[in-house]
C-alpha cells in the first residue's frame, strides 16, 4: 500500500495538522523534501511533500503566495508543509488561502517535530513499500514456476498470473495465433488484439509495447517471448491499472519462464527436425519402410494418410521487406510459413514434418488437414498484401486462381504436390517442384500441381524467353505480310486452326483454297521449313499463340489434310 498524506498525518509521533487540501489526503506520497527556494520546481519530479519555513516567500504577501503555491501545485507537488514557529509565529492566511484554491493539501509542522523526522517517516514508508513489492514478487515467481512445471504448463501459469494481476493473461504463438488465455473470456479480448501482436513481432526479442485500445477498459501490455532474433511468442497482460512494482516481477517472471518454455521446445523441435529430415531423405530415396521405422509414433501417422509435398522458396518482392524479413533474409518468409504451418497443425495434433533445404522449405502435410489449410491462407495473405487478386478456396480448402499475373505473395512461393502417399514421395516432390516453377513464373504465391495438370499448358508460354522464340521464328513472315505481299501469318494460323483442312482454313480466311495453298507454299520458302513435319507445325502453332492477343482460341495443329 502506498504511503500517503493521510498516513503522515495519522502517524502519532509527528503531530501534524490539515490547514487546506483535506479532501485530497489518500494522495500517495513518493518523498519528502526541505527546499527554501523561491522557485524550488526545477528540482522537483512530482510526488513529494515540499516542507518549507518561507525563510524567503514572504507568506503574508497573498500575489506572491498565489504564485508560489499555484506553481509548485502544477510541478507535481503533492502537500506542503508548513513548520508553525519558526518565521512565522502561525501559518499566514496568505498561504491557507492559496493552497485552498489550489486544492493543495496543507499541513502544519509543529516546532518540536524537525523536518528530518518527515523525511525519515516517508522512506520509511516508501522502504517498507518497496521490500512489500518485492517479496509479493518473489512469491509470484515461486507460485508461476510451480505452475510451469504443472501438467497444464503454460495454461495454468496464465490463470495463476491474471489472478495476481486481478486482470486477464493470454500467450500467443509464433504465428500470432491466440493459444492460450486465463479467464477463458479473454481470448475474445486478446484475439481483437492480432495486428498489434503482429507488429510487435516484427521487431527483435525481446520487445514490449502498450496498446491503447478504445474498445476495452483495460490497459494492455504485450511482451515478446524468446532470445533470438524472432520472437518465439507473445505474452499480454491487461489490467484495470498500470502495473505496479509487484504485479511488474510477476510479468517479468512470466515472461522468463514462457522464453525457457519456447526456447526448450524450440530445441526440441531441432532434434524432431533432424530426425524428419533423415525421413525425408528415405522417402525421396525410395525406402517407404525405412522412413516408417526412423519415423516412429513422430510422423509413422502422417505416413500412414494420403499427404501432400509442399516445396516453398523465398522471391524478391517489390514492397520492402518487415525488419523481421530482413534481418533473417529470405529465411524470415519461410520461417514465417512454417511457424503457421506448425501452429495450425499443433491445435489439431496433426504432425507435420518440415525441413530446410538451403534456400528452400520442404514440408510433408496431411492432404486436407490443418497445416494445408495455413499453407493455403498463408499464401493467400500473402498475395492480398501483395496486391494481387485473392484466390477462391477450392479443392482440400486450398487457395486457386486463374493464370494471369499477379503479385510475388510478398516474398514467397509455394508449390503443393498431388496427394500421395510413402511409396510415390519422389513423385510427389517433383509435382511439388513443377508447380514451384510456374507459381514463380506467374508470380502467384501458391500453385498446386492438379491445376496445372488440369489447366491449359497456354499460360506456361508467357515467358520471356518463350516470347523471343516465337518472334524469331515468325519475323520473316510478319515482314512479308508488312511489306503489303499477303497475309501469311494470318493465314498460316487458320490452316493450323483447320487441322490442315483447305476447304475448312480457305473458307475461314474468304480466299479460294488454291490461294491458301500458294500462300502455305511461301511459307514453306520462307521459313526454310516443310510443314509436312509435324514438329514443325507444333513450334509454329505455340508461337502463333505465344504471341496472340487471344491465348484461349480453340485449336491445335493435327495431321496434314488434303
Known amino acids: 500500500m502506498p504511503h500517503t498524506l493521510a498516513s503522515l498525518v495519522n502517524h502519532t509521533a509527528l503531530k501534524l495538522t490539515v490547514l487546506a487540501g ?6 500517495p506520497v513518493r518523498w519528502a523534501h526541505a527546499s527554501e527556494l523561491i522557485d524550488p520546481v526545477p528540482y522537483m519530479e512530482g510526488g513529494e511533500l515540499l516542507l518549507i519555513t518561507a525563510l524567503k516567500l514572504d507568506a503574508e504577501d497573498a500575489e506572491a503566495t498565489r504564485r508560489y503555491v499555484r506553481r509548485v501545485a502544477e510541478a507535481g507537488v503533492v502537500g506542503l508543509g508548513f513548520a508553525v ?6 501559518v499566514p492566511q ?11 493539501p496543507l499541513l502544519g509542522v509543529p516546532r518540536r517535530t524537525p523536518f528530518i523526522a518527515i523525511s525519515k517517516a516517508v522512506s520509511a514508508a516508501v522502504a517498507a513499500d518497496q521490500y512489500r513489492a518485492v517479496t509479493a514478487g518473489f512469491e509470484a515467481q515461486r507460485e508461476l514456476t510451480r505452475a510451469a ?17 486481478d486482470g486477464w493473461a493470454a500467450l500467443y504463438d509464433a504465428s500470432g495465433a491466440v493459444v492460450a488465455a486465463a479467464p477463458d473470456w479473454a481470448a475474445r479480448r486478446a484475439a481483437r488484439l492480432a495486428d498489434d501482436v503482429g507488429r510487435l513481432r516484427e521487431r527483435p526479442a525481446p520487445a514490449s509495447s502498450v496498446v491503447s485500445d478504445t474498445d476495452g477498459d483495460d490497459r494492455v501490455e504485450l511482451q515478446s517471448l524468446g532470445t533470438g532474433r524472432r520472437a518465439r511468442g507473445v505474452l499480454a497482460v491487461g489490467t484495470a491499472a498500470p502495473l505496479g512494482t509487484a504485479e511488474r516481477y510477476a510479468v517479468h517472471s512470466a515472461v522468463a519462464l514462457l522464453t525457457l518454455t519456447t526456447e526448450r521446445s524450440r530445441a526440441l523441435q531441432d532434434a524432431e527436425q533432424r530426425l524428419g529430415a533423415a525421413v525425408l531423405k528415405m522417402l525421396l530415396a525410395g525406402e517407404p519402410d525405412h522412413a516408417r521405422a526412423v519415423a516412429g509414433r513422430l510422423y509413422g501417422g502422417l505416413l500412414d494418410a494420403p499427404f501432400r509435398m509442399v516445396v516453398a522458396e523465398a522471391v524478391a518482392g517489390e514492397e520492402p521487406a518487415s525488419p523481421a524479413a530482413v534481418g533473417g533474409g529470405a529465411s524470415g518468409v519461410l520461417d514465417g510459413l512454417a511457424d503457421a504451418m506448425d501452429s495450425a497443425a499443433a491445435r489439431t495434433g496433426e504432425a507435420v514434418l518440415a525441413v530446410p533445404d538451403g534456400g528452400r522449405l520442404i514440408v510433408l502435410v496431411t492432404d486436407g488437414g490443418a497445416a494445408a489449410e495455413a499453407c493455403a491462407a498463408y499464401a493467400a495473405a500473402a498475395e492480398v498484401r501483395a496486391g494481387a487478386r485473392p484466390r477462391s478456396r477450392g479443392r482440400a480448402g486450398r487457395a486457386e486462381g486463374g493464370n494471369g499475373e499477379g503479385g510475388n505473395g510478398e516474398g514467397v512461393a509455394v508449390g503443393l504436390s498431388a496427394p ?14 513443377q508447380a514451384l516453377s510456374v507459381a514463380r513464373r506467374r508470380g502467384r504465391a501458391l500453385v498446386e500441381h492438379e491445376d496445372v495438370a488440369a489447366g491449359s499448358v497456354l499460360p506456361l508460354l508467357a515467358d520471356d524467353a518463350v516470347r523471343a522464340f516465337a518472334d524469331g521464328l515468325l519475323r520473316a513472315l510478319r515482314e512479308h505480310d508488312a511489306r503489303g505481299r499477303g497475309d501469311l501469318v494470318a493465314s498460316l494460323r487458320a490452316w493450323l486452326a483447320r487441322h490442315g483442312q483447305w476447304d475448312a482454313a480457305a473458307a475461314d480466311l474468304g480466299v479460294h483454297r488454291h490461294t491458301l495453298r500458294y500462300r502455305m507454299r511461301r511459307v514453306e520458302e520462307i521459313l526454310g521449313r516443310s510443314l509436312d513435319d509435324a514438329d514443325v507445325r507444333m513450334e509454329l502453332w505455340l508461337a ?5 492477343g487471344a491465348p484461349g482460341a480453340s485449336g491445335a495443329p493435327g495431321v496434314s489434310g488434303e
Open 544 to 548: 502463333l499463340k505465344a504471341t496472340s
Open 94 to 104: 496568505a498561504l491557507v488561502e492559496a493552497a485552498g484554491e489550489q486544492g493543495l
Open 149 to 165: 512445471l504443472s501438467a497444464e504448463g503454460p495454461a495454468e501459469l496464465l490463470a495463476r498470473l491474471a489472478a495476481h494481476l
Open 85 to 90: 514557529g519558526v518565521n512565522y509565529e502561525g
Open 22 to 27: 483535506e479532501g485530497r489526503l489518500d494522495v
Open 420 to 433: 500421395t502417399g510413402p511409396t510415390a514421395a519422389a513423385n510427389a516432390y517433383r509435382q511439388a517442384e
